[in-house]
């Protein structure tokens, strides 16, 4: 029996006010697939994963993991079904050290002390460069470093899911391709990742599929080959001609 996707939506819609910021929007995320979204600035991409994280209401449709309908499920039990939010502008905490910002991530799980270490292990055998700042404040790092940061610690949740908002946002090109390169070792790891991305060039390449996102609608689907060579696509996002 062939299984359905792990993460579903259909018909969704998020309003703020009078403003429409998703409309009736349907994707498909297959597990193992690392899927984008690109859109331009304001096209609704955050409300996207917000909603999916259980942060922002939905005004109608249905979000589903593994077929189940997670609608009425507060964002707290959301990160307990496996569906975990890195949201855009990292969300650590920058008074706390990098080791608590790590073990804050996993408040949620019902984790002996033996699990926990071995998941801040595993966080920082994928960025070493975070080993070697365990006890340094998070506020002090770089901003790639607080990106590795913020993607560790999401990783502490134990996640299925893990929905990433802009995380080359502000970074060099050398530590976007860091964080792209790691981002790509977790989904050869068997994680299932939901990519939001500006760079939509880089988000493509990387990607198995992507929808664009425009002004709340999907307007356009495929294989990130496929639309990589798409020239609407060629030359709206990626600025070629
Ligand atoms: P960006 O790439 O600039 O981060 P985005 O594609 O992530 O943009 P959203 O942040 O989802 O877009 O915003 C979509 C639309 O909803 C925008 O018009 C935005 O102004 C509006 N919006 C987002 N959050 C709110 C809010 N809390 N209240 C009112 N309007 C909002």
Aim: charge should be neutral; glycine fraction near 12%.
């Amino acid at each position: 029996m062939k299984s359905g996707p792990l993460l579903q939506l259909e018909r969704v819609s998020v309003r703020y006010g009078a403003i429409e910021a998703l409309r009736e929007v349907s994707i498909e995320v297959g597990a193992g697939e690392i899927v984008t979204i690109i859109g331009a600035n304001g096209a609704g991409k955050s409300s996207l994963l917000k909603s999916i994280a259980g942060l922002e209401p939905i005004a109608s449709g249905r979000i589903l993991i593994d077929g189940r309908d997670i609608g009425a499920i507060p964002a707290h039990k959301r990160l307990q079904c496996g569906v975990t939010l890195a949201p855009e502008g990292r969300g650590i905490f920058p008074d706390q050290s990098v080791l608590d910002n790590l073990l804050l991530g996993a408040y949620s799980l019902q984790a002996t002390a033996a699990e926990i270490n071995a998941l801040v292990g595993h966080g920082f055998e994928l960025f070493p460069r975070l080993a070697q700042r365990q006890a340094q404040w998070a506020g002090t790092l770089s901003g790639g470093e607080q990106q590795m940061l913020a993607l560790a610690r999401a990783l502490m949740s134990k996640p299925r899911l893990l929905l990433l908002d802009e995380p080359s946002l502000g970074l060099a090109p050398l530590v976007i391709r860091d964080i792209l390169r790691s981002i790509r070792v977790l989904r050869d790891a068997g994680l299932t990742i939901l990519l939001v991305e500006q760079m939509a060039h880089q988000a493509l390449a990387l990607a198995d599929r992507g929808y664009v996102l425009e002004t709340g609608r999907i307007t356009l689907e495929g294989s990130g080959s496929a639309l990589l060579a798409n020239p609407g696509i060629r030359a709206f996002y990626l600025g070629a001609h």
